[in-house]
Structure formats: C-alpha cells, structure tokens
C-alpha cells in the first residue's frame, strides 16, 4: 500500500489537520484502520486522534480517494467528529475484540 498526500491544511476553526490523500493498493479496497496506520507512520501522527473520514473508490481504478481529520488529542476529537463516524471505528473495535476471544483455545476440564 502506498499513500500519496495531495493536500494538507489546518483548520483553525476546529482545531484540526484537514489531509487529502490517495491510497494506491494492489489488492482490494484496504481497510480504514490500516489506511490509519499508514498514514500516521507516514505523518508522524498520533494514530488516537485521527480519524479517516471518508474513502472513495472508483470501479476498475487501483487507486482510493480519501481524507483523514487529526486533532491535538482524542478528546478534541471525539468532541468534534460527528457521532455516525465515531460509532464506525467503535463497530471495528468490539468485531475485533470479539474476534480475537473466538481464537483463544477455551481450556478443558477434566
């Protein structure tokens, strides 16, 4: 995966880091959180207060349009964020945990 930043301002206002970027894969659409992840390695950015906000993908193309919102700290953003995109990354976090008690081997009784 490969992250290409097209655009970067602040948002003083907000308080926040506006980034425009473009995520070039080879495969399927990758995923919100490991867009997150890169961008943040790329960035230097504290993977708490950001957010990917929106993904778009055009048919046929390997390329993926988004824009990522990072504040000062995860209160700032989870006061600011509207509550539809925050329940999006809470969605993702209890599958995961879920799904990581479903890989634990249960201990037997005997």
């Not at 349009?65 to 976090?93: F, G, M, S, W």
Request: net charge positive; glycine share 4%; hydrophobic share 30%.
């Amino acid at each position: 995966m490969e992250i290409k930043v097209t655009s970067d301002s602040n948002n003083a206002l907000l308080n926040r880091r506006e980034i425009g970027f473009y995520v070039l894969s080879e495969n399927a659409t990758p995923s919100r959180d490991s867009v997150k992840v890169e961008l943040c390695k790329k960035l230097s950015l504290s993977p708490e207060a950001t957010i990917v906000v929106n993904m778009s993908q055009e048919f046929g193309v390997k390329r993926c349009e988004c824009t990522a919102h990072t504040y000062k700290d995860e209160a700032t953003l989870k006061k600011l964020e509207p509550k539809h995109i925050q329940e999006r990354l809470v969605k993702k976090e209890k599958g995961a945990k879920q799904a990581e008690q479903a890989e634990k081997p249960k201990g037997k009784k005997e």
